[in-house]
């Protein structure tokens, strides 16, 4: 397993081993082990698995406030992303600032988000099947978002029109947030 940082401190980009030959390949996806010896302590409670048919589909940014924030374990199993981590901490040397990077069944790539960001992704192709793993459990109560083209985040998502849910073409302004980490 490679941990490779990124410009946000805590924020990973984690890539397997993968071994191969004419059957195919074998990774493996989680190891709580491999993950401490790379200083990584993540207790995960709630594996996630979510579809989108459509390339050009957008869901986030999302995130839970408070005691129910969730760290995250993220990877593309089918199809390609381009997967986004703000920094919502306000103590913090990078907040406001956000990091990308693509997703996808080839690279199997995992992104690596701790608590107190907001997530969202972006589907580079159609047919995309998304996995993560989290460290608390969704909390309908404190579930939240902000609007994917926030002037003040200024994300470089690489598409104008994408396809959202309502709710995520309603989310509020991070300034008309009550984001309190």
Same mark, same amino acid.
């Given at each position: 397993?490679?941990?490779?940082?990124? $410009?946000? +401190?805590?924020? *990973?980009?984690?890539?397997?081993?993968?071994?191969?030959?004419n059957r195919g390949w074998f990774t493996e996806s989680w190891s709580?082990?491999?993950?401490? +010896?790379?200083?990584?302590?993540?207790?995960?409670?709630?594996?996630?698995?979510?579809?989108?048919?459509?390339?050009?589909?957008? @869901?986030?940014l999302h995130f839970q406030k408070g005691e129910a924030s969730q760290?995250?374990?993220? @990877?593309?199993? @089918?199809?390609?992303?381009?997967?986004?981590?703000?920094?919502? @901490?306000?103590?913090?040397?990078?907040?406001?600032?956000?990091?990308?990077? *693509?997703?996808?069944?080839e690279n199997k790539r995992q992104f690596l988000i701790p608590r107190?960001?907001?997530?969202?992704?972006?589907?580079?192709?159609?047919?995309?099947?998304?996995?993560?793993?989290?460290?608390?459990?969704?909390?309908?109560?404190?579930?939240?978002?902000?609007?994917?083209?926030? +002037?003040?985040?200024?994300?470089?998502?690489?598409? +104008?029109?994408?396809?959202?849910?309502?709710? $995520?073409?309603?989310?509020?302004?991070?300034?008309?947030?009550? *984001?309190?980490?």
């Amino acid at each position: 397993m490679k941990v490779i940082k990124t $410009d946000i +401190e805590d924020v *990973v980009i984690i890539e397997p081993q993968v071994f191969g030959d004419n059957r195919g390949w074998f990774t493996e996806s989680w190891s709580q082990r491999k993950m401490e +010896e790379a200083g990584l302590f993540y207790n995960f409670v709630q594996d996630n698995h979510s579809f989108s048919a459509v390339k050009g589909t957008l @869901r986030g940014l999302h995130f839970q406030k408070g005691e129910a924030s969730q760290a995250k374990l993220i @990877r593309c199993v @089918r199809g390609a992303v381009l997967d986004v981590a703000v920094d919502l @901490r306000k103590n913090s040397k990078t907040y406001k600032k956000w990091v990308s990077c *693509v997703l996808s069944e080839e690279n199997k790539r995992q992104f690596l988000i701790p608590r107190g960001f907001a997530h969202g992704f972006l589907t580079l192709t159609d047919n995309v099947e998304f996995l993560y793993k989290a460290d608390n459990y969704y909390n309908f109560e404190a579930d939240r978002n902000i609007i994917w083209n926030d +002037e003040e985040l200024n994300i470089n998502w690489g598409i +104008e029109n994408p396809i959202l849910s309502p709710k $995520d073409a309603k989310a509020p302004k991070l300034s008309e947030s009550d *984001v309190d980490f």
